[in-house]
């Protein structure tokens, strides 16, 4: 007899309407004390179905955002690699082999006190049960189903809301606010100066004039060395660590001072990564999704150069926003309309490209009109472009975000 | 079903073959023979007359990668292979020459085909050679009149830098389209 567990939370991905139904019928066969569904936030342990062509990505979605969370993987293909908090189940999937790679995935948890389960005490070994249950269920088939999918369970929507979630890590979750109400309108704004970001400003500015690498400390030691002559920093923290001294103003916590020899030996040990891409994620990090503090909504914007995007992280909706800035013109009021995006993804990337310098705001209102002119001169304008591109992107989107997040979680 | 048709250019070795490679979800067709004077002391094949990649997407609709030819005497290929296209992707290696000169050159010769379309630009080798940086480039655009581009610091050999050159191209031609 198996002594009383807590039941444990399964969130499931991947599945198009008619296999979840499948699966919720095939659950209800499973002791509800061995396992319950859950949103995928709380979830212990995940179940995707990556028999579908961007399973993989959703599958390296997942790891990305849970790196330690044992995921029950069911394909009817060939085993994957060898990932040991992944517990393949190949297709049709029996109730004996879930029950097993459940109970696997509960082996591979961290034996932190779990919340109490509503039934512990009368816990037999809800697993032996489930066993015991014959192994016939129809639920083979259904889960072999290839009838049409329904529109809510579209992969690239599902690829799309995994990539939202993973960027709240740089635009935040501030909702939409009323930009014509001034009270409202505070909350979109924050002061650089105030962060790490600003800090990093500073420390780089002095780097330059004294020819020397500079140091950023707080109360727990060094957590950054900055060389702008090489255009490298190295990173004494984890990103993590480093994400959650960004987000908060430092209030006098943070200090820099310049690199003495006695910093070779553990400089050493660390690995460098370009300047930029951490004063990039730094910006994201503080900005949340809002502008530095005196930004107008109203004076176009102008793009000089694109951010490196295939070296930097890529916020969410970044290459459209470019694209729009890149014809010159639009203010970043427009740029939530046009774009039909949140307000936060337009100001952390404005937040980020001006960390770089890559962006500045011209001079007046009136330079928009003019300027708009102009560009539809230069650039073929969406007027004559869009009619045979319209959807194409929308179904490419697919690909080439599974190309961006797929390798992201590779790497 | 509908075809779209993204041109890939660029000096010898910058890396056209190798993209439409990376990024193509058929094996590609290339029409690679042994290169003969100057380029075989820089690889052992060269393209001839085009590379031909693929990306098939789900509703059937094809995004076609043609890769033109390098060498400048088959230079008639490249108004053939541009015919049709929506995009110019340049692809510029960092490592030898003058990449800033290929870059003028280039911009040049396809410059009829750009103002009607989009271009991006994806700098190759960068591991070999860091400068030009990616801000020289986007000055020279700026001298020869093409304004803001996409420049980004590509590996051919990468799909999702390939990938995501592609994406930024497609978001320069409409970016409101691209919802
Ligand atoms: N080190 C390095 N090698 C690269 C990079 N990008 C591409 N390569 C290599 O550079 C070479 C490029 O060769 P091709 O793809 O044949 O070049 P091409 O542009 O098609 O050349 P032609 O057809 O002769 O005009 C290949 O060997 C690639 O593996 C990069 O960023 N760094
Ligand atoms: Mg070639």
Redesign the interface.
């Known amino acids: 007899m198996m002594t009383a567990q807590p039941t444990l939370r399964l969130c499931h991905t991947g599945m198009d309407s008619r296999s979840l139904y499948a699966f919720e019928i095939f659950l209800s066969r499973v002791d509800s004390r061995a396992c319950q569904i859950t949103d995928e936030t709380a979830a212990d342990v995940a179940f995707i179905d990556i028999d579908n062509?961007l399973g993989r990505y959703l599958l390296e979605g997942h790891r990305l955002l849970y790196p330690g969370r044992p995921l029950i993987v069911s394909t009817q293909k060939a085993p994957l690699d060898n990932d040991p908090l992944t517990i393949p189940v190949t297709k049709p999937v029996g109730l004996a082999a879930f029950s097993a790679a459940l109970e696997q995935a509960r082996r591979l948890l961290p034996p932190a006190p779990v919340v109490e389960a509503p039934l512990a005490a009368a816990d037999t070994g809800s697993l032996e049960d489930a066993d015991s249950i014959p192994d016939e269920m129809p639920v083979e088939m259904l889960f072999n189903r290839t009838e049409p999918r329904l529109a809510n369970a579209d992969p690239?929507a599902l690829l799309r809301q995994l990539e939202e979630r993973l960027s709240t890590f740089y635009v935040g979750s501030m909702p939409d606010v009323d930009l014509d109400d001034l009270i409202a309108r505070n909350a979109i704004y924050y002061t650089p100066d105030q962060f790490l970001q600003g800090e990093i400003t500073r420390a780089v500015a002095h780097a330059r004039e004294i020819h020397r690498p500079m140091r950023i400390d707080d109360a727990s030691g060094t957590a950054l060395y900055l060389d702008p002559q090489s255009g490298k920093a190295l990173q004494a923290r984890s990103t993590n660590a480093l994400r959650a001294l960004a987000q908060l103003p430092t209030r006098g916590t943070v200090k820099m001072s310049r690199v003495e020899p006695g910093d070779a030996v553990r400089m050493d040990t660390l690995e460098s990564r370009p300047l930029e891409a951490l004063e990039w994620d730094v910006a994201l990090w503080a900005s949340r999704g809002r502008l530095p503090r005196g930004t107008s909504l109203d004076h176009p914007v102008r793009?000089?150069?694109?951010p490196?995007?295939?070296?930097l992280a890529?916020p969410p909706e970044a290459?459209?926003?470019?694209?729009?800035?890149?014809?010159?013109g639009y203010n970043l009021r427009d740029t939530v309309s046009?774009?039909?995006i949140p307000q936060r993804y337009v100001f952390a990337f404005y937040s980020a490209c001006h960390a770089l310098g890559l962006v500045e705001l011209a001079a007046n209102p009136a330079a928009l009109a003019a300027a708009r002119i102009v560009s539809r001169q230069?650039?073929?304008g969406?007027a004559e472009?869009?009619p045979?591109?319209?959807?194409?992107?929308?179904?490419?989107?697919?690909?080439?975000l599974g190309?961006?997040l797929?390798?992201?979680a590779a790497g | 079903m509908?075809h779209?048709k993204i041109i890939f250019a660029g000096p010898v070795g910058a890396g056209k073959t190798t993209a439409v490679t990376a990024a193509s979800d058929i094996p590609p067709v290339r029409t690679d023979a042994a290169a003969s004077d100057e380029v075989r002391e820089l690889k052992p094949n060269t393209t001839v007359a085009m590379d031909y990649g693929a990306?098939k997407?789900?509703?059937g609709?094809t995004?076609h990668l043609y890769g033109t030819p390098g060498q400048q005497r088959f230079d008639f290929m490249w108004e053939i292979l541009t015919e049709g296209g929506?995009a110019l992707i340049l692809l510029i290696d960092n490592s030898r020459g003058d990449p800033l000169k290929e870059l003028r050159f280039y911009l040049g010769a396809f410059s009829g085909f750009i103002?009607?379309?989009?271009v991006a630009i994806g700098v190759t080798h960068v591991d070999l050679a860091a400068a030009p940086s990616?801000?020289d480039y986007?000055q020279e655009l700026d001298r020869a009149g093409f304004?803001?581009?996409?420049?980004?610091?590509?590996d051919a050999r990468?799909?999702?830098?390939v990938?995501?050159?592609?994406?930024?191209v497609?978001?320069?031609?409409?970016?409101?389209?691209?919802?």
């Open positions: 062509d690239v793009l000089h150069s694109w490196n995007l295939t070296r890529v290459m459209r926003i470019a694209g729009l800035w890149s014809r010159g046009m774009l039909g230069v650039v073929a969406p472009a869009a045979p591109m319209r959807g194409l992107f929308k179904r490419i989107l697919g690909k080439l190309a961006r797929g390798e992201a | 509908s779209y990306m997407l789900a509703d609709s995004i929506i103002r009607k379309t989009a990616l801000s986007q304004g803001c581009v996409p420049v980004f610091e590509v990468a799909r999702r830098d990938c995501l050159l592609i994406e930024a497609l978001s320069v031609i409409d970016p409101v389209a691209s919802a």
